[in-house]
């Protein structure tokens, strides 16, 4: 089994700064993509960015520039730098990830955190 421990969340004003990480442990043989998502009440979970196991980016258009994500797979530890931070980045982000288990595994599984809380005040 694999767990993934979210970490970092909290309460911001508006215009500072937050670093989240996500800790993946467990039966790990490789980790393919990473990704963070964020969720308000009422709305879908929506990615706001995600890594390759090769250090390829991609952001939601509304966080470009202002967030970074990376990795350290060394760690199995993914992170997200969030800057200039604005109300509407509030919400639960987790962290999702396609994970092997074995090298005999002939597939990725996926797998969620729990989520951490990011507020955001104006």
């Known amino acids: 089994q694999v767990q993934l421990v979210e970490s970092g969340g909290g309460l911001v004003q508006a215009g500072g700064s937050l670093r989240l990480s996500c800790a993946a442990s467990g039966s790990i043989f490789s980790i393919n993509d990473m990704e963070w998502y964020r969720q308000v009440p009422g709305k879908q979970r929506g990615v706001v960015a995600g890594i390759s196991n090769t250090g390829r980016t991609n952001y939601a258009d509304s966080v470009k520039g202002r967030f970074t994500v990376s990795r350290d797979n060394a760690k199995n530890t993914m992170y997200l730098q969030m800057n200039s931070l604005k109300p509407e980045d509030a919400g639960v982000y987790y962290c999702?990830?396609?994970?092997?288990?074995?090298?005999?595994?002939?597939?990725?599984?996926?797998?969620w955190g729990q989520g951490t809380q990011v507020t955001v005040s104006s």
């Open positions: 999702n990830a396609l994970v092997k288990s074995s090298v005999w595994s002939p597939t990725f599984d996926e797998y």
